[in-house]
């Protein structure tokens, strides 16, 4: 059984950090694609990052956010740099592919598996 865990959403004040985690059971993530999500209040789920073979960005984040993984510990991160109240959201991470799996997608209808979200909250 997949099971995808995020953790480390908080309250922070604009221009600061949050690192993001998302540890892996049921499925070795260096075989799968990683993506990373998030949904504000009465928005859409938004692509924000993802790594495979690639790395992407969503052009909201590009510069301040850093998507990595650690194969061995089976988790993957989002270092959230430079923090704005508009970056307040739930934040997922969810993947897909297998084995010969190529370059990641930020599209929401790609992904197999989704973890239960972090609450990210950037004001003052």
């Known amino acids: 059984q997949v099971q995808l865990v995020e953790s480390g959403g908080d309250l922070v004040q604009p221009g600061g950090s949050l690192r993001l985690s998302c540890a892996a059971s049921g499925v070795a993530l260096d075989y799968y694609a990683i993506g990373w999500f998030r949904q504000a209040p009465g928005k859409e789920l938004e692509g924000v990052s993802c790594?495979?073979?690639?790395?992407q960005y969503a052009d909201s984040v590009k510069g301040r956010f850093t998507v990595s993984r650690d194969n061995a510990k089976n988790t993957a991160y989002l270092q959230m740099n430079s923090l704005k109240p508009e970056d307040t959201a739930v934040y997922y991470c969810?993947?897909?592919?297998?084995?010969?799996?190529?370059?990641?997608?930020?599209?929401?209808?790609?992904?197999?598996?989704w973890g239960q979200g972090t609450h990210v909250t950037v004001s003052l």
């Open positions: 790594i495979s073979r690639d790395i």
């Open positions: 969810a993947v897909f592919g297998g084995i010969f799996v190529g370059s990641c997608s930020r599209q929401v209808k790609d992904y197999d598996y």
